[in-house]
């Protein structure tokens, strides 16, 4: 009679456990599981002026600093994908998990691409404008005949 109570209770005790390692592991695939949002791109502040605003000298700077505030939001969009990829393999469909994770940092990366792109035409506008200035101080360069 009391192997069979204790074993009873032995029961009770391992099912207890196995439903509170149930439902952590719930919660924890729930917190998984929950759609990872992208940081939103980069707004330029109204303090940090734009690089056709800038004085000439000033450009590469404001575009460096630019460049570099989009590298950390892609290295965010990246580390979320990174993340939500993590979650994936907890779950059965692992495969179109893996597939909307690369379609949503796709998404999140296209704004980043095209202040990028933006910033390249500044970049090559004040570029050309350096190089017109410095062909006009030059004395033209003509040759006589031989």
Known sequence: MRRGLLSGYCG????LLS??????????????????THPAPPVLNAQQPLASDAAPDEVPEV?????????LQRSAIVQ??????????????VNACLSDARLTRRQALIPLRQQELAL?????????EQRERRLQGKPSETRGAP
């Not at 009770?12 to 099912?15: G, H, I, Y």
């Not at 979320?80 to 469909?93: P, R």
């Not at 390249?120 to 050309?128: D, F, M, V």
């Open 120 to 128: 390249n035409a500044q970049e090559r506008s004040w570029r050309n």
């Open 19 to 36: 439903g509170w390692d149930v439902q952590a592991q719930t919660v924890q695939t729930e917190a998984l599981a929950a759609p990872i």
């Open 63 to 71: 575009i460096a600093h630019q460049r570099q505030a989009l590298a």
């Open 12 to 15: 009770l005790a391992l099912s």
């Open 80 to 93: 979320a994908e990174q993340m939500q990829q993590a979650a994936c393999w907890q779950k059965f469909a």
